[in-house]
């Protein structure tokens, strides 16, 4: 059971090495601690218990995304880990493919960072083992909040801004 008051770890999942350290670097640096693996079977062998969130890319070698993320909602020690699926395909389109319950999202690349950071803590919100429509709706009320928070942030970040380039 992780400790309620610090961030879930991260696996993140992408065969680019270098899409994988940006976001593994990112992820790290607003907080959350981040296992990496570079294609779905290393993401199997690494999804423990004591991985909270998957970012997990949809095209790869051996396993992809939709086929990792099924295999993940097959296991006990994983059935429950939420994901966040990234992809270069049309969102909608690949939407319409997700037939995993542990799939939160579907984020398309390029993606944006922001939109990342605000579903990662919204899910981190969730309570432990939490499953099905209430999860879900827990994750839509805490991703809305989020994104207010993340304007909020920006709006801050360009008031103070105008501030100093007025000066």
């Given amino acids: 059971m992780r400790n309620r008051?610090?961030?879930?770890?991260?696996?993140?999942?992408?065969?680019?090495?270098?899409?994988?350290?940006?976001?593994?670097?990112?992820?790290?640096?607003?907080?959350?601690?981040?296992?990496?693996?570079?294609?779905g079977a290393d993401a199997l062998r690494k999804a423990t218990a004591e991985i909270g969130i998957v970012v997990l890319d949809y095209t790869m070698p051996k396993l992809d995304g939709l086929q990792t993320s099924r295999l993940l909602a097959a296991r006990p020690e994983s059935c429950h880990t939420p994901v966040i699926l990234l992809s270069g395909v049309p969102s909608d389109f690949l939407r319409t493919q997700v037939t995993s319950p542990n799939v939160y999202a579907v984020l398309e690349k390029p993606i944006r960072m922001g939109a990342l950071l605000a579903h990662l803590n919204a899910l981190a919100r969730l309570d432990e083992g939490a499953a099905g429509a209430l999860a879900r709706?827990?994750?839509?009320?805490?991703?809305?909040?989020?994104?207010?928070?993340?304007?909020?942030?920006?709006?801050?970040a360009r008031e103070t801004w105008h501030a100093l380039s007025k000066a």
């Fill in 5 to 39: 008051f610090l961030k879930p770890t991260v696996l993140v999942v992408d065969d680019d090495e270098a899409s994988r350290g940006v976001l593994r670097d990112f992820v790290a640096d607003d907080g959350f601690p981040v296992v990496t693996a570079g294609d």
């Fill in 137 to 156: 709706q827990d994750f839509e009320n805490a991703l809305r909040e989020e994104g207010y928070r993340q304007k909020m942030i920006e709006l801050k």
